[in-house]
């Protein structure tokens, strides 16, 4: 990771963007219209949270990687989501653990579903 890894982000689980995209599509904005809006968790993590957090889903015990801050990084981001929820009505419904369990979750099955499929495989 680069840097210290207590920079935070605003790590959004794709489904809400998704959902996000639905509500835009359903809302009562005029046709043609265009309207630019933060879609995110609303919530700040740090990257050294969600290095323990994969970390630990995967059974990784060693040592973080650590490389030097990239000049221009942004230290912290967090997306303003009050546009989002008063003109569609977008509301995260993921929260940062139960998209990584989701996430390994469907990785997983994919790579039994392979391992089944052609045992040879190693993907």
Do not use: C
């Not at 959902?19 to 968790?41: C, E, Y």
């Not at 973080?64 to 009505?89: E, K, N, T, Y």
């Amino acid at each position: 990771m680069f840097g210290d890894g207590e920079q935070t982000r605003d790590f959004t689980y794709v489904a809400d963007v998704v959902q996000a995209n639905l509500a835009a599509m359903d809302s009562p904005l005029p046709r043609g219209s265009s309207l630019i809006l933060n879609i995110g968790s609303g919530r700040r993590t740090t990257v050294n949270d969600l290095w323990k957090a994969v970390a630990e889903a995967v059974g990784y015990e060693g040592p973080p990687v650590h490389a030097p801050a990239r000049p221009g990084d942004v230290r912290d981001s967090l997306a303003d989501l009050r546009v989002a929820a008063d003109r569609i009505g977008y509301t995260p419904r993921v929260g940062i653990g139960e998209g990584l369990g989701r996430a390994f979750a469907y990785y997983r099955a994919v790579v039994a579903e392979a391992t089944e499929s052609d045992p040879s495989s190693s993907r």
